[in-house]
């Protein structure tokens, strides 16, 4: 529905993405039809990346809904602005050079997939470029962390529905707000999540090293009983 902004400072994800995106999108829409795009699942969709990326650091600037007509019919897309402390807006970087920059990346686009699944307007159709740059990303750092990508995808999505759980009261706040109005401004962000309970990104990217590093000994123990052998 979107394409959020951290991904055009993270060099090669989003062409990875599209790639991957373009190749799946015909399958997709052969067997699940056009993404109906209404206007509550855009506001849902936003407001999932907005209370996501405030969630885990990020600095909301805003997030506006707009109408299209494609192909005869009114669809609804959105933006959201965040940015994460830190990071220089501009600043290119890679998936090797920054991993946990890429990493947040990878969960803030798959957020608003996962705040239309809160409401239950999620469409197989729907952000196919998201759910792919968020898999790239993933399929990068799997090598870098030394896990399997299929954890990291995991992680991502479990790490989304933390976030939207422990604040569905702000993302229904930011839904409902998106949905009448139209566009979140800094001043309302500021006033719709001041309530809203943060957590330590920090915390996170700990957890991903320590499954690495128990990888790394449980195949470094196989090994030495190998060579014991």
């Known amino acids: 529905m979107n394409v959020i902004g951290p991904f055009d400072n993270l060099q090669g994800v989003n062409t990875i993405g599209r790639q991957m995106a373009a190749a799946d999108a015909e399958r997709v829409l052969g067997e699940h039809g056009a993404d109906p795009a209404t206007r ?7 407001a999932g990346h907005v209370i996501v990326a405030y969630t885990y ?6 997030a506006r809904l707009r109408k299209y007509t494609a192909n005869g019919r009114v669809v609804w897309l959105g933006q959201s602005h965040h940015e994460l402390p830190g990071r ?3 600043l290119r970087t890679t998936a090797e050079e920054d991993p946990d920059y890429a990493f947040w990346c990878a969960i803030v686009a798959f957020a608003g997939i996962a705040g239309e699944r809160v409401k239950g ?12 740059m968020s898999a790239a990303t993933c399929g ?3 090598p870098i962390w030394g896990v399997p990508v299929e954890l990291l995808a995991h992680t991502v999505e479990s790490l989304c529905s933390e976030a939207l759980s422990t604040n569905r009261l702000q993302f229904e706040v930011v839904q409902a707000h998106l949905n009448q109005i139209g566009q979140l401004n800094k001043s309302a962000a500021r ?8 957590f330590c990104f920090g915390d996170a990217i700990d957890c991903v090293k320590r499954i ?14 190998e060579v014991l052998v």
């Open 88 to 90: 220089a807006s501009g």
């Open 140 to 142: 990068l750092l799997a």
């Open 40 to 46: 509550p699942q855009a506001a849902a969709h936003e």
């Open 191 to 198: 006033r719709l999540l001041a309530r809203a309970q943060r």
């Open 121 to 132: 307007l999620h469409h197989p159709a729907s952000s196919i470029d998201e759910k792919f």
């Open 212 to 225: 690495s590093a128990a990888r790394f000994h449980s195949d470094a123990c196989r090994t030495e009983r």
């Open 57 to 62: 650091g990020a600095r909301i600037s805003g």
